[in-house]
């Protein structure tokens, strides 16, 4: 009952535009010259697998300058730079971090600098899911632990890119449906973080007006962390999706969705279409149904 519940409320999300996409398209294509990286310098957390590098990928097809992967292991990040420097000119490196450790975070942010002088794309997408049990039976440690994650990581990096940023340059909070969708048992702790997460960035957004800040449902993927947690996403999307929405949030197109939380799988073009009524009626951002009361 509950895997079907799950599937049920993963799989059938209502959408926000008439089409649903589940692959790349045209649109929102990186080697479309209108969504250029050129002369762009893009920092990944999580970078060294699943949506992470489908996104360095992306960035290169966009002819990115330059690329810096971070992650918390270092033979696996290797392998990465070494698949990446095969595909186009930019220039991949990568900093061994823990998103949690504010020290380690400041150097990577630190060595990008020093390397190409500054930074113009932040994509935190560094995040943990837990062993998905009903609360009364999880783990204390490894359920916070989605917390020190998918909150407290976002925060330090963000930070850390706020000391260092230049005016018009995009940080991109990897969330999530669970955020806002119907509770799914055993999911409590990835649900309520991300959700926190997804508040502090609406709070980064209004307090720095310069930074271009999204949060983003990247799409349902199976990737690692999935994995790790014993979570099969089914008919998942092509990461090729969230990798090219990455890419077409930094243009100058998605201006009108900055503060919100914006699904790969929206279509563009309709949401263009709406961006007037997105800004007045202040859709894709989160509230409490129904507020403010008129009782």
Do not use: C
């Amino acid at each position: 009952m509950a895997d079907t519940y799950a599937e049920d409320v993963i799989f059938h999300q209502p959408s926000f535009t008439k089409t649903w996409h589940t692959k790349s398209y045209a649109a929102i294509s990186p080697s479309d010259p209108r969504l250029s990286a050129a002369g762009k310098v893009v920092l990944i957390t999580g970078g060294g697998s699943g949506i992470g590098k489908a996104t360095a990928k992306a960035f290169i097809e966009a002819q990115a300058a330059a690329i810096l992967i971070v992650g918390r292991t270092e033979p696996k990040l290797k392998k990465t730079v070494a698949e990446l420097q095969g595909i186009g000119k930019t220039t991949i490196s990568y900093a061994v971090a823990d998103a949690t450790d504010a020290a380690a975070v400041d150097a990577a942010f630190a060595t990008a600098i020093q390397d190409h002088g500054h930074i113009d794309v932040v994509v935190s997408n560094a995040g943990h899911l837990d062993d998905h049990l009903p609360i009364a039976k999880s783990d204390l440690a490894e359920y916070w632990r989605s917390f020190e994650v998918n909150i407290k990581g976002p925060l330090i990096v963000s930070r850390a890119f706020l000391k260092v940023h230049r005016p018009g340059a995009t940080f991109i909070n990897v969330s999530s449906a669970a955020a806002i969708m119907a509770a799914i048992p055993g999911f409590s702790s990835y649900s309520a973080s991300k959700l926190g997460g997804a508040k502090v960035m609406e709070y980064l957004h209004f307090e720095n007006p310069d930074l271009r800040v999204f949060n983003w449902q990247p799409a349902t993927t199976q990737t690692d962390m999935q994995s790790k947690a014993g979570v099969k996403m089914g008919a998942p999307d092509d990461i090729g999706l969230p990798a090219s929405f990455a890419v077409w949030l930094t243009s100058q197109e998605s201006e009108f969705l900055r503060g919100r939380l914006v699904w790969s799988n929206f279509d563009v073009e309709e949401m263009k279409a709406r961006a007037d009524e997105i800004k007045e009626k202040n859709l894709l951002t989160l509230s409490l149904t129904g507020y403010p009361f008129n009782a």
